[in-house]
């Protein structure tokens, strides 16, 4: 059986139609007997259909591809087994194992050795105190604004930009300039995190996220997981029920130390909050080992955002007549 791979890297390509290598493998009695890797750059959809035809491939193993591409190489006689999620290897073995079916590494992943990941402390003792000279700082009244034009706003505290203290951080600024830098498309915030993660070459995500958004957690899990090893944790962890003798109502409490740890154990190289109740996030993060970013946060009123109560003159005239 001749079998074709899209390739992203070491992993299955999340969409085939922009992979720029394909892994052609034989298989013969439940073995491997022979790879090769062919170009595949440049491709449109005619082009890679007729090379797997002319390549005479029996078996076409890819992620996310369209429904058309699936029914003209099927006319070809060629099997697809799509939405496949993980290494290369890792597909390998469950062919041969005959456990290949698509979807194959959305729903779970093996384990592997955790990588460092970035420090989770920056650099201190930069900024010198100044005294009563700090309490007059604010940005959001100042008129001058004379950092937009690259002078210190602030002379009377010395440098405020610590280029030692930005040594260690050198490569994660370097591909945060670079996904800034993008000027012939906006990148959704979803988008900028699958690019940071790619440049800073990190295998392996955490997610802790609050069951009241699973299905987002889910969505969001499984799209990662095209590109990465996820390990999602929900804010349930350890499953610990108390009873509330005030209230007199009992259910299972929040556990983000919990998450955390778990997290911590599994050796997660990034971890991204999603929905996580204000406080139980700050506890979450002071937890977390490694770095942490929130990409969703969850608002019941607004639908999960939260920025537009600023922009409503109903929200905000709310707000200001509870507080």
């Known amino acids: ?28 009695d439940n073995a491997v007997i022979s790879k090769k890797t062919v170009d595949t750059t440049g491709m449109n959809e005619e082009e890679r259909i007729a090379q797997l035809v002319d390549l005479e491939i029996d078996l076409f193993v890819c992620g996310a591809i369209d429904e ?47 990588r460092k990941g970035l420090p989770a402390e ?8 100044a005294g009563s000279e700090l309490s007059r700082i604010d940005c959001v009244e100042c008129v001058d604004r004379l950092c937009l034009k690259g002078e210190n706003c602030m002379p009377q505290m010395g440098s405020l930009f610590p280029a030692d203290g930005y040594s260690k951080f050198n490569h994660s600024m370097e591909v945060t300039m670079d996904i800034s830098a993008e000027t012939h498309r906006k ?25 009241e958004m699973f299905r987002e957690a ?48 599994l050796g997660t190289e990034v971890n991204v909050v999603v929905g996580l109740c204000v406080g139980v996030d700050f506890i979450f993060t002071q937890h977390s080992e490694a770095p942490t970013s929130t990409l969703f946060v969850k608002d019941k009123s607004l639908a999960n955002n939260p920025v537009s109560a600023l922009f409503s003159k109903y929200y905000i005239e709310d707000i200001l007549g509870e507080v």
Do not use: W
């Not at 390998?92 to 079916?101: E, F």
């Not at 800073?200 to 955490?206: D, P």
């Not at 990662?224 to 499953?239: D, E, H, I, Y």
């Open 68 to 114: 058309d591409f699936v029914q003209r190489v099927d006319s070809y006689g060629i099997k697809v087994v799509q939405d496949v999620a993980a290494e290369v290897e890792e597909v390998l073995t469950a062919l041969t194992g005959g456990q290949l079916r698509s979807g194959y590494g959305l729903e779970s992943q093996p384990a592997k050795p955790a």
């Open 187 to 211: 990148l959704c915030r979803v988008a900028e995190f699958i690019y940071y993660c790619m440049g800073m070459e990190y295998k392996h995500i955490g997610v802790a996220f609050c069951v």
């Open 122 to 129: 920056a650099a201190s003792g930069a900024v010198a105190q």
């Open 218 to 265: 889910e969505i969001l899990t499984r799209l990662l997981r095209r590109f990465f090893r996820v390990s999602p944790v929900c804010c349930k962890v350890g499953g610990h029920a108390e009873h509330d003798l005030i209230t007199a109502s009992s259910g299972v409490v929040c556990n983000p130390i919990g998450q955390a740890c778990v997290l911590n154990r």
């Open 1 to 28: 059986m001749r079998v074709a791979i899209p390739l992203f890297g070491t992993r299955v390509s999340p969409r085939c139609l922009y992979s720029d290598k394909t892994l052609l493998v034989q298989v013969r």
